[in-house]
């Protein structure tokens, strides 16, 4: 079964950066389309991007959109979410995601990247804190 993990969060002043690396072991990430979402106290757990399994399609959350980088190195089976300009209201658990849906490694017809029913295998998250 494919396993996910989350590394990189931390404790972050406001205008920081981090990023974030989502690392699959057992199976390869190849196939895989793959998600980051994140998850505040008190608050659904929301999309924040996508990448196609050969990284040619990329989604961002609008909240995020010119200050979050997705990208991935198959090589080295990892998914990295870079986080630059970072707010207070970025603090939460940030989880990477397998599409399980996906079709030629990209989202099936009519799906939704982030939609979290379009995901199977997911990470055990990692804490983002952005404070001064």
């Known amino acids: 079964q494919l396993q996910l993990v989350e590394s990189g969060g931390g404790l972050v002043q406001p205008g920081g950066s981090l990023r974030l690396s989502c690392v699959a072991s057992?199976?390869?990430?190849?196939?895989?389309?793959i998600g980051w979402f994140r998850q505040a106290p008190g608050k659904e757990r929301v999309g924040v991007s996508y990448i196609s399994s050969s990284g040619g399609s990329t989604n961002y959350a609008d909240s995020v959109k010119g200050r979050f980088t997705i990208s991935r190195d198959n090589a080295k089976n990892t998914v990295y979410l870079q986080m630059n300009s970072l707010k207070p209201e970025d603090t939460a658990v940030y989880y990477c995601?397998?599409?399980?849906?996906?079709?030629?490694?990209?989202?099936?017809?009519?799906?939704?990247?982030?939609?979290?029913?379009?995901?199977?295998?997911w990470g055990q998250g990692t804490q983002v804190t952005v404070s001064s």
């Open positions: 057992e199976y390869t990430l190849d196939y895989y389309a």
């Open positions: 995601a397998a599409n399980v849906r996906a079709m030629a490694g990209d989202l099936r017809p009519g799906a939704s990247w982030y939609d979290p029913v379009e995901y199977g295998y």
